[in-house]
């Protein structure tokens, strides 16, 4: 068993943000690469993590369903298997860059990899179980428990738990997981199980998973309400405290980073990568001018559905000075990256066009 702080003290890319419960943030796609590999990709925990032992480790699934079941690892594996290739993105990520530093883990453009997740469809298992006619939505919960953060906490521990809606949840590429990029969940990934939703942001891909438990009412448990939540102004309504589920559309820019110096009259290859949920991302610019003028951008990978997509644009300063770079991505259905954070979404999904002050010399 790998010792993830021993690995994130031997590579120099990850920072280590909390080390209890373990928080470690990744370079942002350094190496660039499609792929995210389980060494380089970031590590988010809200309690210390579990000691599950795999031969004896079991997946209930309970609640409306018409059979529940007990299922080992090696059932799961007797399955029919797919793999799908997703973008996890923590919902703070980008957080260290919002003005009057909100609290949180202090992530920078590092809280999002992209990898190729090997399991079963959670709707073959669900299948299996056979969904009652009331059934709404699936509890997930992990193995790991502790008492969390916020004021509005519960009094006793409680364990990591997120709900996802039936109708997202039957999606064929919606996983239980036991593989990544080809191996076996490491445990700070969330061995031996994990749920994987693409499209969504990364909380509710409960790791170390244990249970399933189908409800027919809206769950409202810690992490979908105090936390991984927001209050939603619409229209003449009241506030409403509104769950966050997909990711919003949004590109980061890797390389320049931010305060680098380059030289005048040299190429640099500005580069990074775009991602959303629902409608693939259309295209890429880039902006040396703080999104006074914008340059189209080339893709320098394929465009697929959940997975993110590498861009670059070739820059010559000519001029020595200050610039403020900037990426903005839009998507089939015109949707763009806003200008600025929406302050309705408090330190959650970060996805406007983050200036990055470079100097030419
Ligand atoms: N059981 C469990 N699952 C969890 C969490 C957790 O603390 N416990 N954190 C969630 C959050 S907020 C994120 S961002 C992702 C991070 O996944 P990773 O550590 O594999 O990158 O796991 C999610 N699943
Ligand atoms: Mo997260």
């Known amino acids: 068993m790998t010792d993830p702080t021993a690995l994130t003290e031997s590579l120099p890319e990850l920072k280590t943000r909390i080390h209890k419960p373990l928080n470690v943030e990744a370079s942002f796609l350094n190496p660039p690469s499609p792929i995210t590999t389980a060494e380089h990709f970031f590590i988010r925990g ?13 997946l ?36 260290l860059f919002l003005p009057n530093v909100p609290e949180g883990v202090q992530w920078g453009l590092g809280a999002a990899g992209c990898a190729a997740w090997t399991g079963v469809p959670l709707r073959d298992v669900l299948t299996l179980a056979g969904l009652k006619s009331d059934a709404l939505e699936l509890v997930f919960e992990g193995a790991d428990h502790g008492i969390p ?38 445990e700070a990934h ?26 027919s009412r809206p769950f409202l448990g810690y992490f979908q309400t105090v936390e991984y939540a927001y209050w939603a102004h619409q229209g003449s309504l009241p506030p409403e405290r ?22 005048a009259g040299e ?24 999104g006074l003028t914008w340059h189209p951008a080339e893709f320098d990978s394929p465009a697929e559905d959940h997975a993110w997509r590498l861009w670059h644009w070739e820059w010559k300063p000519g ?16 949707r763009t990256q806003p200008a600025q954070h929406n302050e309705d979404h408090e330190s959650y999904l970060i996805h406007h066009t983050l200036p990055i002050p470079v100097e030419v010399v």
């Open 46 to 58: 809200h309690f210390p993590l579990p000691t599950i032992d795999a031969s004896s480790w079991r």
């Open 60 to 95: 209930e699934v309970s609640g409306a369903v018409e059979k529940p079941l007990s299922l080992s690892l090696a059932d799961l594996k007797a399955m029919p298997t797919a793999t799908h290739k997703c973008v996890l993105e923590c919902a703070g990520n980008g957080r």
């Open 149 to 186: 953060e916020k004021q509005l906490k519960p009094k006793n521990e409680i364990h990591y738990s997120r709900s996802v809606p039936l109708t997202s949840a039957m999606k064929p590429e919606v996983l239980l997981a036991w593989q990544m990029n080809g191996e076996n969940l490491s």
């Open 190 to 215: 969330g061995a031996p199980l994990r749920l994987v939703v693409p499209d969504w942001y990364s909380v509710a891909s409960v790791k170390w998973l244990t249970t399933i438990s189908v409800v």
């Open 242 to 263: 509104i769950p966050i589920t997909e990711i919003f559309l949004k590109s980061q820019i890797a390389h320049p980073v931010m305060h680098q110096q380059l030289r």
């Open 267 to 290: 190429v640099c290859r500005v580069y990074g990568a775009t991602w959303g949920a629902e409608t693939p991302v259309d295209a890429v610019e880039v902006s040396t001018d703080k």
């Open 319 to 334: 001029t020595i000075g200050n610039y403020i770079l900037m990426s903005r991505a839009s998507d089939r259905e015109g």
